[in-house]
Every structure is written in C-alpha cells, then in structure tokens.
C-alpha cells in the first residue's frame, strides 16, 4: 500500500450502496455479454455461419470493453462515474437493439459485437474502480460483494435469454434484453457517487500513484503479463464450453446452462476468496486462485458427459470469480485512489488480445480438427505460466517510480 494511504475508518454507510448499485450493474452488462451463448445457435443458424465466425462477436466485444476501459477509466477520474455509466448503459441498450434488425453476420459483430462493446467498456472499469476508494478496513469484502454481480447476471440473464428466445425468437428477445438494460441498468447506474477519498478538495490532492507512475512499476507489469496470459482460458468456456456440451449430445437447455453454472462458482468465489484475501493478503489469494483456474482444466480435457463439465464451470467460474474481483482491490492496495479508475483500466487491457483472439482460435482449431482437445491443453498451459508471474506481483516502492 502507499505510504501515504488512509487509515483504516470504518466505512460510511453511502459506501454500500455504491457496493449494491455496482453489483446491479456489472449483473446487466456481464448478463447481457455472456447470454451470448444463448444466441450462438441461433446466428449460427440464421446466418450459415462457421463456429469462429460466429465467436468473433463475443471476441470483439470483449476487445473492445477491455480496450476503451482504460478511456473510460479516465473519464470517470475527471468527470466522475455516474455520467459515464448512464452514456454506457443507453449505448449497449441500442447495440442490443440494432442487433435485432440485423440482416446478416457482419451487422450482427457490428451492433452486438462492436456497439454492446463500447457500451460496456463506459461501464465496467467505472463502475468497479467507484467502489476501492469507499473502503479501507472491508475493500476485500466489498469488492467481492460488488463483482459478484458479473456471477450473478452470468448465472441468471443467459437462461431468461434462452426462454426469450424459445417464446419470441432471438430478435425478441434482444429486444426485450435492450428494455431489461435501459430500466435497470440506468437505475443503478443512477446511484453511483464518486468517494470522498476520491476527490480533491481545496490544496489536498488524492493520494497515491498517477497513471503514468504505476505504469512503470515492476508490479504493474507483471500483473499486466500475467492478465495476458490468462485471458484466453477466461474467456473461451464462456463462447464454446454449451457448443462442446452439444456436441456430446447434450440438450440446448442444460448447455447454456453450463454458462449459468460459471455464474454460481463465480458468486461463490468472490464471496469466498474476497473474505480470505482481506485475512492471508491478496498477491498470496491471487497465486493461488490462478493455480486453481489453470488445474480446472483437467475436468474439461477428460470430460466425458454432462456431469465433469458442470464441475469443470463450478470449478472454472470460482477461480475465475476470485481472479477478478482481487484484481480491483489490489490495485487500490497497491497504487492508491488517485487514479484507480485509470490503473485498473490500462490493465484490463491486458485481457482484450486474449478475450478477442482466444474464443476465435478456439473456434478454428475446432473448425479444423473436430475436436476441443488441443484448445483445452493450451488453456492449462497458459494458466499455469500466469500462475508464476502471479507471485511475481509485490507492492511498490515510490522510490522504484521516481
């Protein structure tokens, strides 16, 4: 932590809203990304489209948030995050929206691929950097509490989509999808404020790190290469792990219900490790949910049926879910509330290569070999590299930065 970090206060009660109005939102636009395997079939289907064509939507939109976030990070840092969300939640609303009138594949990447994208990069990093500032004594806690709404809206919007669009059709249900974003998503975006530790008042400047100065950590970069690394094996369960389920034989209903089962190990995992890195320290947590991720993978290589895939996304979505909601709460440990918005944006981009490339490959491999194999071994391996650099990630000294 800098040195010159606040003292541990007890937290003001406003501090708990922003936690749950964080939670809503990352519920609606991780909801809204990862029902995306709710309408793989469906695109597939009506455009005659191969598998790595289709997962480009997923990837591309994904590179996009993950690359606009560390703009959208600078925006909230300067004009405060209620604004920014409000701007993201009426963009992915009328992406979603576009996507329903959509006549072919390329206008189908354009508008969900590309314009849910950008929608989501004003959301994500805004809204998960408001939260660290609120908090010192319980930051480990809350930030658990806050991303556990990525689990929740990853367990709970793909299966409404999949009755949607059994009911209405896939167009339908994108547009109900796009009335669902613009009643709740602008709700809670509504009631997020930016902490007082977070803003500057009279001569007292924020404390700790400017963008630039965290980018020259060691701590950074290693963090950074290890996101890197990792991304890909994050990523492609949730576009090809129900198309690898029907392909086993497995009905619609319980495939894209393995994407919802991510969603429960993921609410488990941020409640669970967010608690137990406020107590053994969050680089030490961090190790070790990568190690847990990347050994997940053993169940997808020798799943034979549905049973070693529903542990395989229990297990996959629980060290996923610890990974990401550590990531924030480290970085306000490590850098300060100065320009946490913009730190923990410039690191997302670190998964933006391996959320676009990662789902597309796996496609293709599968495209060309009929078989998830190969894509599965790469993903453990790449784990475990993270892993690694994972233990790498230690605080910095202001010294190191200059």
Known sequence: MPADAPTVADEP???????????????????????????????????????????????????????????????????????????????????????????????????????????????????????????????????????????????????????????????????????GVLVLGLGAALLMRRAPAATAVGSRAVAGFTLGEALRTPSFRWMYLMAVLASPGMFIPFAHLSAAARDLGIDDARAVGLVGMIGIGSLTGRFVIGGLADRIGRPLTLVMAQASLGLAFLLWWGAGGYLALALFALWMGLSYGGIVSLMPALCMDLFGARAVASIIGALYTAAALGNLAGPWVAGWVFDRSGSYTPVVLGCLLLQLAATLLAAKVLPPRRAAVG
Do not use: H, N
Request: one cysteine or more.
């Open 13 to 179: 009660p406003y501090a708990w809203v922003v936690v749950w109005a964080t939670f809503a939102c990352l519920a609606v636009i991780f909801g809204v990304s990862y029902s995306f395997a709710a309408y793989f079939e469906s695109f597939t289907t009506e455009f005659t489209a191969q598998r790595a064509d289709v997962s480009l939507v997923f990837g591309l939109s994904g590179l996009i948030y993950f690359v606009l976030g560390a703009g959208a990070g600078i925006l909230a840092d300067r004009f405060g995050p209620r604004a920014v969300i409000c701007a993201g939640m009426v963009c992915i609303a009328g992406g979603l929206l576009a996507c329903s009138f959509a006549s072919s594949m390329a206008m189908v990447i354009a508008a969900y691929g590309a314009g849910v994208g950008v929608g989501i990069a004003m959301v994500y990093t805004p809204s998960i950097a408001c939260v660290q500032p609120w908090f010192t004594k319980r930051r480990g806690l809350a930030a658990g509490l806050a991303s556990a709404g990525i689990g929740a809206g990853t367990l709970v919007v793909p299966l409404l989509a999949t009755a949607a669009i059994g009911a209405m059709q896939w167009r339908g249900a994108l547009r109900l999808m796009a009335a």
